[in-house]
């Protein structure tokens, strides 16, 4: 499948926009009563258009018909938030139509998002929320423009002396940082979880994991500057920066590092190497290498007095399932207190929403 460059992505929406404009509006993705979803792209030009969906992992040819109209009826979705692309004549591409896109280091997802009933933890519920604040800021271990995303719990801005935890939770390495907000409900996953007392109301600081762009998994030495720069941006701009906005305890006891794949990675380097800033620790099908660690390997003892919480699952059909075998091994041989969750699932995003819901609760008790 060919990968989507960002100026044919560009121009590939803006010639669909251009057609949608000269015979009325498109509506796509179409949300009926009884969960089937119509897809729909106007592309008279094309030869062969399909929707490839996350809920079934297939991809289904779409009928086009004599005003260029290609549609799809998807009868039953199973509720939940879902990934989709067209495939059109080969090509990888959101839906022009639909507003609600996967942020994404290449965008080509959009999102279709069906509400349980009863809802789901990642569901909009009626309940106190809280509030996403965005921040672009000058970096000055990187010399550079940055960005973050903070979540505030319900109640936060009404009150003026308390201070809150404060839980670092880190995107994949495809993500961007206001992906685990858009994609992930990770703001409506804590309102709903606040609410029904299950939860401690937290600040959460998310960040672009990718001080110097997204780096390949086979480049060791790239990957590992990457993250020296992402820890030095983390302690130097991104902490201060929620230090000196917002009322977090700078207590090692009430902070929390986390994340998904690559910023499971990054979660388990740091944390478990800096465990005077860190007491919770959690890897969502995360991979990290024995040297990356060994200071917390090497004292188990002293790696437990300081550890509240090491959470580490993954799905079993992932493929860093085994990496993380190894990983659980070697903690039961150096005498370092976890936690390990093998579940359903592979590498994807209806399990890391299943995996915060389950870590959240767990943390600042």
Same mark, same amino acid.
């Given at each position: 499948m060919k990968m989507l460059l960002p100026f044919a992505l560009f121009f590939a929406c803006l010639c669909t926009l251009n057609g949608q404009q000269k015979s009325g509006p *498109?509506? +796509? %993705? /179409?949300? &009926?009563? /009884? @969960? =089937? *979803?119509?897809f729909r792209l106007r592309a008279p030009k094309s030869e062969n258009v399909a929707v490839r969906g996350q809920w079934d992992r297939k991809t289904t040819a779409m009928t086009k018909d004599a005003e260029g109209l290609w549609t799809l009826s998807v009868p039953g979705v199973p509720a939940g938030v879902w990934e989709y692309s067209f495939v059109v004549d080969e090509l990888s591409m959101i839906d022009p139509a639909n507003t609600a896109q996967k942020p994404q280091r290449s965008p080509t997802s959009s999102i279709l998002h069906i509400p349980a009933n009863p809802p789901a933890p990642w569901d909009f519920q009626d309940v106190p929320h809280g509030t996403v604040h965005q921040h672009t800021y000058l970096s000055k271990a990187l010399s550079k423009q940055r960005g973050a995303w903070v979540y505030t719990p319900p109640g936060y801005e009404g009150g003026t002396h308390k201070e809150y935890p404060l839980f670092v939770l880190q995107h994949g390495s495809g993500d961007r940082h206001e992906t685990w907000v858009q994609h992930g409900k990770a703001h409506w996953i804590l309102d709903n979880l606040i609410?029904? !007392? #299950?939860? &401690?109301?937290?600040?959460?600081?998310?960040?672009?994991? @990718? %001080? $110097?762009g997204q780096v390949p998994r086979d480049m060791a030495d790239?990957?590992?500057? =990457?993250?020296?720069?992402? #820890?030095?941006? $983390?302690?130097?701009?991104?902490? %201060? $920066?929620?230090? =000196?906005?917002?009322? *977090? +305890? #700078? /207590?090692p006891? &009430?902070?929390?590092?986390?994340? $998904? +794949?690559? !910023?499971g990675w990054q979660a388990l380097s740091i944390g478990m190497t800096n465990l005077d800033r860190f007491a919770w620790i959690g890897s969502f099908s995360g991979a990290v290498d024995e040297n990356e660690i060994k200071p917390a390997l090497d004292d188990g003892q002293g790696t437990n007095a300081k550890v509240k919480l090491l959470w580490i699952a993954c799905g079993e059909k992932d493929f860093l399932l085994e990496r993380n075998h190894q990983l659980i091994e070697k903690l039961k041989s150096s005498g370092v207190k976890h936690e390990w969750h093998e579940t359903a699932g592979d590498h =994807?995003? %209806? *399990?890391?929403?299943?995996y915060l819901t389950e870590f959240a609760p767990r943390l600042f008790r």
């Open positions: *498109v509506i +796509s %993705p /179409d949300i &009926q009563e /009884d @969960h =089937s *979803v119509i609410a029904a !007392g #299950k939860a &401690q109301p937290m600040i959460i600081l998310m960040i672009d994991g @990718h %001080p $110097l790239r990957r590992a500057l =990457s993250l020296a720069a992402f #820890k030095n941006e $983390l302690f130097t701009d991104a902490i %201060p $920066l929620v230090e =000196s906005r917002y009322r *977090v +305890s #700078k /207590d006891a &009430q902070r929390a590092l986390a994340g $998904l +794949s690559m !910023g =994807s995003w %209806p *399990v890391w929403r299943n």
